[in-house]
Structures are given as C-alpha cells and as structure tokens.
T-cell receptor, first 111, second 114 residues
C-alpha cells in the first residue's frame, strides 16, 4: 500500500463548478497535510496546509481533514481555467520531516 | 523573492557519464530534500538533510547515486554512472525544519540519459 493515495484522474470540470479532490494516507500518526499545485513543466507550489481535523478555507480553496478516516480533501470553488493543473497531496509522518507525495490528480477546467 | 536555485535546468548526457546537479536552498532554511519525478512513479523522495546532516537516503540507489551538502548554501546530487532509466526531472526543495514543514521547490533539472 502506498503511503499517500489520490483519486485517479483526470478530472474535468466546467468553469465555475466545484472540483473535489481526495487523498488517503496510511500512517495513522501523520501530523501535517499539504496540497501542492503543479502546472505542466513547472515545480510544485504549496497552496494549502492543514494540521487539525475540520475545514480550512483560503479564498476559493477549502481543505478538509479527517484523521480518524485518514482522509484529506481539497475543494476548489468557482473553478477557473487557471486552476487547470496537477494537484499533489503530501503528508508528513509523526516526528519526521519527510514529505511523501501522492501520484497527483490532474484537473482540467473547461471554459 | 527568496527561492531555491537549481542548476543545470536541462542536462543531456550519454549512458555511463557522471551527472552532477546542484541546489542552493533558501537562505536560512535548514532542511534540504531531493526528489525525482517521472510519469510512472510520480514524486519520489531520494534523500534529505537537516543542518547539512543526511537524515534519510533510503530512496536512493546507493551504488550509483550520492548526495552531499558541502556547506549550508550548496547541496549536490551525483549519478555515476548514469543510465537511461535515470531520465527524469530532479527537484530540490528546502524548508525551515519546523514541525509543520512547508517545502519550497526549485525549478528542477530535466535529465535525459541517452
């Protein structure tokens, strides 16, 4: 079992819709959770971080964490063509700095 | 803007040659990570350092790969000898070493081994 698994893509949504991305992790002691966005040919950039159960909102992005279910999600509201990218879920295990990434979900927003 | 600097951006080499990739972390960051990205495997952690000391290099093929931090401003990743299966994008990332580590990535080195 991979440490971090993401729902397979690609995900295509119309402009203005909500894009929903899911991620599960295997290490129950994981402490930090991140969503990175990677445009084609570019490096990953951090867009959201979440550390405790519940929701965290930042503009059009909402991250949700459920440690009991070992589940992290990212919602992109009012999707824009500029949101078209690959979204990577990343997790840091307990008492460690190592950041493990999921395979990524590619999102395409149709104008 | 502070950023992680990687060189070279692109490298084409022949099988068997030595490849050296360099990374300058953000000033003040004390953790440095090397990742390799391919379509098949995604982002794989090769090695990482804290305060220049290697913490984990279990993701690296030991017989051909080596990673070092000669000083706080330079991290290197070497492949000797290189093989076609090493073709990938290699990313360096640095962080502050806090409990909730946020990483900042360099632009990557696109390596092609022919």
């Amino acid at each position: 079992q991979k440490e971090v698994e993401q729902n397979s893509g690609p995900l295509s949504v119309p402009e203005g819709a909500i894009a929903s991305l899911n991620c599960t992790y295997s290490d129950r002691g994981s402490q930090s959770f991140f969503w990175y966005r990677q445009y084609s040919g570019k490096s990953p950039e951090l867009i959201m971080s979440i550390y405790s159960n519940g929701d965290k909102e930042d503009g059009r992005f909402t991250a949700q964490l459920n440690k009991a279910s070992q589940y992290v999600s990212l919602l992109i509201r009012d999707s824009q063509p500029s949101d078209s990218a690959t979204y990577l879920c990343a997790v840091t295990p307990e008492n460690d700095y190592k950041l493990s990434f999921g395979a990524g979900t590619t999102v395409t927003v149709r104008a | 803007d502070a950023r992680v600097t990687q060189t070279p951006r692109h490298k084409v080499t022949e099988m068997g040659q030595e490849v050296t990739m360099r990374c300058q972390p953000i000033l003040g960051h004390n953790t440095v990570f090397w990742y390799r990205q391919t379509m098949m495997q995604g982002l794989e952690l090769l090695a990482y350092f804290r305060n220049r000391a290697p913490l984990d290099d279990s993701g690296m093929p030991k017989d051909r790969f080596s990673a070092e931090m000669p000083d706080a401003t330079l991290a290197t990743l070497k492949i000797q000898p290189s093989e076609p299966r090493d073709s990938a994008v290699y990313f360096c990332a640095s962080g502050t070493g806090t409990a909730n580590e946020k990483l900042f990535f360099g632009s990557g080195t696109q390596l092609s081994v022919l």
